[in-house]
Nanobody, 122 residues
Framework: QVQLVESGGGLVQAGGSLRLSCAAS???????MGWFRQAPGKERDLIAA????????YYANSVEGRFTISRDNAKNTVHLQMNSLKPEDTAVYYC????????????????WGQGTQVTVSS
């Protein structure tokens, strides 16, 4: 079973930056990867995604212009650079791959990791 391990979260003041990392136990170089987040009492939402080759990216409106997703297929890792953080970015952040597609993340796998907590203070 594939394992996904997220890291890099923490407590940061508004306006600060964090860089999240996701390490996969198996290669995902044929699949699109995404970062999701779940705030207390809310659903888990996709906020950024990247195609298998890193050419195409997607960002939710709430993070576009502030967050940057990248991947290193040789190391089976995906990163999320988060700048200009806001209190509303506070959430647990998860990564996952699409089950089938190399371009979009519409059907994430069942292999969710523990996530990494990001807390942004005002």
């Amino acid at each position: 079973q594939v394992q996904l391990v997220e890291s890099g979260g923490g407590l940061v003041q508004a306006g600060g930056s964090l860089r999240l990392s996701c390490a996969a136990s198996h290669t995902f170089d044929s699949y699109a990867m995404g970062w999701f987040r779940q705030a207390p009492g809310k659903e888990r939402d996709l906020i950024a995604a990247i195609s298998w080759d890193g050419v195409n990216t997607y960002y939710a409106n709430s993070v576009e212009g502030r967050f940057t997703i990248s991947r290193d297929n040789a190391k089976n890792t995906v990163h999320l650079q988060m700048n200009s953080l806001k209190p509303e970015d506070t959430a647990v952040y998860y990564c996952n791959a699409d089950r089938f597609s190399g371009v979009v993340v519409s059907q994430p796998t069942e292999n969710w990791g523990q996530g990494t907590q990001v807390t942004v203070s005002s």
